[in-house]
């Protein structure tokens, strides 16, 4: 069954580092998407992405973030100086969506996540 | 901005039957799901809800009403591998997802 992957699922870095987290959405899906949730809280959206372009980003998405998509497959977030309130897991999601008789359905498949750590 | 509120815990016997009650206040609601969620993983999808009434699949079943921004999640015959954290989330908007802050759900022999 296809799958979102996430590298790497751990990362440590230390405050004011940029840092990179890759994702590689499932390859027919169109629509992705970036979550963070800091340890005992709850899952919060930071962006969403389709056609090359931010579609909606929260208010926790600031100008430290930006997201790409360099190739065919992958799908990037960047933190350019990290924080230490940054430390969260951060998942990857893609997502198509189904058109039938009734409203677009739109499953959201996350990643396994990228533990991230700033000292 | 979103409110969706759904109770912190929730304990279970082996074989029973657990109802997780989630309420929400939503612009632009396109649909309400309910996630899994196992400690230190990502969430895995359970059921989706767009429409009023009950979605059935298998030993989970899940419940909507728009009117009263209301949804329920239904576990039968409950296992205790079913211990774990249930999130539900509306898609509104551009279909971002908001989540609930999740119940934990502990299932005893």
Known sequence: EPEVTQTPSHQVTQMGQEVILRCVPISNHLYFYWYRQILGQKVEFLVSFYNNEISEKSEIFDDQFSVERPDGSNFTLKIRSTKLEDSAMYFCASSEFWFVDRPPYNEQFFGPGTRLTVL | ?109
Request: hydrophobic share 35%; aromatic share 14%.
């Open chain 2, 1 to 109: 901005g979103q409110n969706i509120d759904q109770p912190t815990e929730m304990t279970a016997t082996e074989g029973a039957i657990v109802q997780i009650n989630c309420t929400y206040q939503t612009s632009g609601f396109n649909g309400l799901f309910w996630y899994q969620q196992h400690a230190g993983e990502a969430p895995t999808f359970l059921s989706y809800n767009v429409l009023d009434g009950l979605e059935e699949k298998g030993r989970f079943s899940s419940f909507l009403s728009r009117s009263k921004g209301y949804s329920y999640l239904l576990l039968k015959e409950l296992q205790m591998k079913d211990s774990a954290s249930y999130l539900c989330a509306v898609s509104w908007g551009d279909y971002k997802l908001s989540f609930g802050a999740g119940t934990t759900v502990t299932v005893r022999a």
